[in-house]
């Protein structure tokens, strides 16, 4: 019995890596399109956009871990039954159902991993990325700035400077404009230096003289000189900060633990699960049905994972409106009685002819 336990968990284990590295690959080239876009061209070394898709690697493996296990799983046991594995085993005697001993062991792997990743290594990841993407913006920002042009590097901005330091984000002998809704601001200085936290990119200004007109007011034009002064250049996001919960480890969720804390502990909490109950349920729908091919693996494969994806993000949703924090789990719950279902009709040999 450990050798046939052995043969299915080594056919799975590399199934799965096979499939593992394929949707990792897919994804990286997916975003990799995008933050070229946003770094490069701009002096931004290639190597700084291979580490950041490096370090998003963690953000993917919630999703990618239950994914290849799925295809894994169903892919192994339909080639089984084509190949009449599954019906010599039978007629020796050996249970179909003992099968779910070795599934049920890499399926528990694979779910502790992905609760390691998905608690404590995504977030630090995530934070990670976004203050080495904030760096590179400001560098991008200050390395586009020509020495001796005029520069408009977002909308509404523009610079002109004599001096530029793109490394640093330093600017000397310096002129700013910035176009806001009801305002304008226009300041001419000697030193500058460009910045960026929590998605806003600053200008820390010293030895100055500022403009300040309000189109609504225009009688009101300010004319000031100051020794030091930060302007608001651009915002990024809403508002998004390192305190926001997708940033925080479990044990921080956990001693925080506000209405949206809990929301993303238990959202995390249900893809972590997840590789356990895709696996076994996986395992009880192929032996369920004798006869099948790649093919019909791979369209069970996609609409187990579609199926729960769009429940999962529904219940997201509903739970942050309906104050259900823990809704995201009903998705586990749904697809675990799915799987005492088929593991019934499994273990009672009532199969589809």
Same mark, same amino acid.
């Given at each position: 019995m450990k050798v046939l336990h052995r043969y299915v968990l080594e056919e799975i284990v590399r199934l799965f890596l096979?499939?593992?590295?394929?949707?990792i690959l897919i994804v990286?080239?997916? +975003?990799?399109?995008? @933050?070229?876009?946003?770094?490069?061209?701009?002096?931004?070394?290639?190597?700084?956009?291979?580490?950041?898709?490096?370090?998003?690697?963690?953000?993917?493996l919630g999703f990618l871990i239950p994914m290849s296990l799925t295809f894994a799983v169903l892919i192994v046991f339909f080639l089984m039954?084509? +190949?009449? *594995?599954?019906?010599?085993? +039978?007629?020796?005697? @050996?249970?179909?159902?003992?099968?779910?001993?070795?599934?049920?062991? @890499?399926s528990f792997i694979l779910t502790l991993i992905s609760f390691v990743s998905v608690m404590f290594v995504m977030p630090a990841s995530n934070v990670s990325i976004k203050k080495q993407i904030q760096e590179l913006v400001r560098k991008k920002l200050s390395l586009s700035i020509t020495p001796g042009s005029f520069t408009s590097n977002f909308p509404g901005v523009t610079f002109y400077? *004599?001096?530029?330091?793109? *490394? +640093?984000g330093i600017l000397e002998d310096f002129?700013?404009?910035?176009?806001?809704?009801? *305002?304008? @601001?226009t300041i001419f200085a000697s030193y500058g230096r460009i910045r960026t936290e929590n998605g806003t990119v600053y200008l820390d200004i010293k030895d100055g003289v500022g403009q300040f007109l309000d189109w609504n007011r225009p009688q009101n034009l300010k004319l000031l000189r100051f020794k030091s002064y930060t302007l608001v250049v651009y915002r990024f996001t809403g508002g998004d900060s390192f305190s926001s919960s997708k940033y925080l480890n479990m044990f921080a969720l956990l001693n925080r633990w506000h209405f949206d804390d809990k929301v993303e502990f238990f959202k995390r909490l249900s893809i972590a699960l997840t590789p356990l109950i895709m696996g076994l349920l996986s395992f009880t729908i192929a032996a369920s049905i004798p006869r099948g091919s790649i093919g019909t693996a791979v369209l069970l494969g996609l609409f187990m994972i579609v199926s729960y994806y769009v429940l999962y993000t529904v219940a997201k949703k509903v739970a942050i409106k309906s104050g259900l924090f823990a809704l995201p789990l009903a998705v586990d719950f749904i697809f675990a009685f799915m799987f005492f279902v088929f593991h019934r009709r499994v273990i009672s040999e009532t199969y589809v002819k």
């Open positions: 096979l499939l593992f590295v394929v949707f990286i080239m997916n +975003r990799a399109s995008f @933050i070229a876009e946003t770094i490069l061209g701009y002096g931004i070394p290639v190597s700084s956009l291979f580490v950041i898709l490096f370090k998003m690697v963690p953000s993917f039954n084509s +190949r009449n *594995e599954i019906i010599a085993m +039978r007629a020796c005697g @050996i249970s179909v159902a003992e099968l779910l001993r070795p599934i049920f062991l @890499i400077a *004599e001096k530029v330091f793109p *490394e +640093r002129m700013v404009s910035v176009n806001k809704k009801n *305002e304008k @601001i």
